[in-house]
């Protein structure tokens, strides 16, 4: 726990139950008193890619849920809703309440949360809102190739590129080889502006290691962020492109791998139903001291 801003703000990390993994986020369990200035400053000054402020809560819910209003910063901008300041702040509230049912009302809908817990681990499972998968334009396709410094040759043609959503909008880009992936160097100013312009929240760069296995990276700079470790609004919206594509059975379970060339692994798994369109991401995590 630390303060900024003379804010109490709670510190996890997503997707690792290693506080050196995963993609660290800041939580503040009580932002009923802050405005938007008030809580992006908090999210600037913590550093994080994103930060969950609960800015009210609702009381118990249908079947007992908790329901909470949660808002999300970058460093730089309110975003709509992120995966794994998602998670890391259900652990917060199930370490002080204990595990159970919530649901987050978000900027992008409302997104059902379990946490369960198994042995000494907590694991949060948050549903995503209904998703949807997009052409690109070929011109803003190269536009972030040339960006990234990609040659269209280095895409794998299987996993063909498209916009996907759920809960906010990410460019989904398949490597052909691991190196192509591992070989992220890209051009800051160019990338946030075709970013902005398309609306897009990061960039899924992908590798298929195996039908149900993917090495995953997520360019961020639009939230002043180079790269992401773990995004589980990204692996939401990445469940939804390869079920639209038809590139996994209607109902799967899918383990992204993520952070790795950060040196901040971590692992999100991807769970498809072929009786529901949304999507759930689950992961552990951890408490970061200081």
Known sequence: MSRHSGTEVLRYTAFSADPEGGNPAGVVLDASGLDDAAMLAVAAELGYSESAFLTGRSGPGQA?????????????????????????????????????????????????????????????????????????????????????????????PALPPRIAFAGARHLVLAAATRERLAGLSYDFARLEALMHRLDLTTLQLVWRQAPDVFHVRNPFPVGGVVEDPATGAAAAAFGAYLRDRSLVPGTAVLTLHQGEDMGRPGTLTVELRADDARVRVSGTGARIDG
């Open 64 to 156: 007992g849920a908790r329901e909470y209003t949660v808002r999300y910063f970058s460093p730089k901008a309110e975003v709509p809703f992120c995966g794994h300041a998602t998670v890391a702040t259900a652990l917060a509230l199930a370490e002080r309440d204990g595990p159970g049912d919530l649901v987050f009302r978000t900027a992008a809908g409302t997104v059902p949360v379990t946490v369960t817990q198994e042995g000494a681990e907590l694991r949060a499972t948050l549903t995503s809102v209904e998703p949807s998968v997009l052409d690109i334009a070929p011109e803003d396709l190269a536009e972030a190739l040339a960006a990234l410094d990609w040659p269209a040759a280095d895409l794998d």
